[in-house]
Nanobody, 115 residues
Framework: QVQPVESGGGLVQSGGSLRLSCAAS????????MGWYRQAPGKERELVAH???????QYADSVQGRFTISRDNAKNTVFLQMNDLKPEDTAVYYC?????????WGQGTLVTVSS
């Protein structure tokens, strides 16, 4: 089964940048709608960004203008470029893909933004 595999989290200072990657491991060559959610301590999981197989994008208001989601279909990989990071962006970021109408989750990667 296709599984999202994330990489790229870490510790960064406020105002800095990070790029997360999510590869669709075990892909059968189809292109999936994919995206990122995040969950901060004590908060609910929230949508950060979404990209369709045709590369249409959607962002949460809180990251609009700072984060950019993109995809490389040749590598079946989605990227989340995060600029001007703020302490409130600290969370575990989860990649997902839609497979047969079901959301399949990655294991998550921690992003910590220090003030």
């Amino acid at each position: 089964q296709v599984q999202p595999v994330e990489s790229g989290g870490g510790l960064v200072q406020s105002g800095g940048s990070l790029r997360l990657s999510c590869a669709a491991s075990g892909s059968d060559g189809r292109f999936y709608s994919m995206g990122w959610y995040r969950q901060a301590p004590g908060k609910e999981r929230e949508l950060v960004a979404h990209i369709t197989s045709g590369a249409s994008t959607q962002y949460a208001d809180s990251v609009q203008g700072r984060f950019t989601i993109s995809r490389d279909n040749a590598k079946n990989t989605v990227f989340l470029q995060m600029n001007d990071l703020k302490p409130e962006d600290t969370a575990v970021y989860y990649c997902y893909l839609y497979l047969g109408g079901t959301r399949v989750w990655g294991q998550g990667t921690l992003v910590t933004v220090s003030s």
